[in-house]
C-alpha cells in the first residue's frame, strides 16, 4: 500500500466517521433550546454536508486500495489481519449502499430502517477499520 493510499484511506475513515458521529449526536441525542427549530443544532445541516462531501473520498480510497491490497492479500491467503480487514471490507459495500440510499428514499418507514442500518453499519467499519489497524502494526507471531 502506497502512503498516498494509506492516507487517502485512513484520512477520509476518520472524517467520514466524526462527521457521523457528530450528526448522529447532534440529531439523536440534543434536544433543541427552541422548541420551534428545525434542527437541534445550528451545525448539524453543516455536519451533513461534510459527512456526505467526504464520504466519496472514502469510497475512492477503498477503490484504490482495493486490487492492490485486499485482492492481493486474500489471494495470497495471507492470515495476518483477515478478519478485521474483512469485517471492514465486508461491511464497506453495503454501508456505501445505505449512504446513497438515504438520499434517494422518501418512505419514512424504510428511510428509518436504512439510516439504523447505515448507523450499525457506519460503526461495524470502523472498529474493523480499527482492529485491522492495531492488528497488523503488532509483530507477525
Known amino acids: 500500500m502506497t502512503p498516498f493510499e494509506r492516507w487517502t484511506v485512513w484520512l477520509s475513515a476518520v472524517l467520514v466517521t466524526a462527521t457521523g458521529v457528530a450528526y ?3 440529531k439523536y441525542l440534543l434536544h433543541p433550546t427552541d ?3 428545525v434542527v437541534n443544532h445550528p451545525w448539524q445541516p453543516a455536519v451533513l454536508k461534510l459527512h456526505i462531501l467526504t464520504a466519496p473520498v472514502l469510497v475512492f480510497g477503498l477503490g484504490l486500495v ?3 491490497h485486499v485482492a492481493a492479500h486474500l489471494m495470497a491467503r495471507t492470515r ?3 478478519r478485521s480487514g474483512l469485517s471492514a471490507v ?3 459495500a453495503p454501508l ?3 449512504g446513497y440510499l438515504i438520499q434517494a428514499l422518501t418512505n419514512e418507514r424504510w428511510l428509518r430502517v436504512v439510516g439504523w442500518a447505515h448507523i450499525g453499519l457506519g ?3 470502523a472498529a474493523g477499520l ?3 489497524q492495531v492488528i497488523v502494526r503488532r509483530p507477525v507471531p
Do not use: E, K, N
Open 90 to 92: 465486508v461491511s464497506a
Open 130 to 132: 480499527l482492529l485491522h
Open 123 to 125: 460503526l461495524v467499519f
Open 80 to 82: 495476518w489481519g483477515r
Open 24 to 26: 448522529f449526536w447532534m
Open 35 to 37: 422548541p420551534f427549530a
Open 96 to 98: 456505501i449502499l445505505t
Open 66 to 68: 482495493a486490487v492492490r
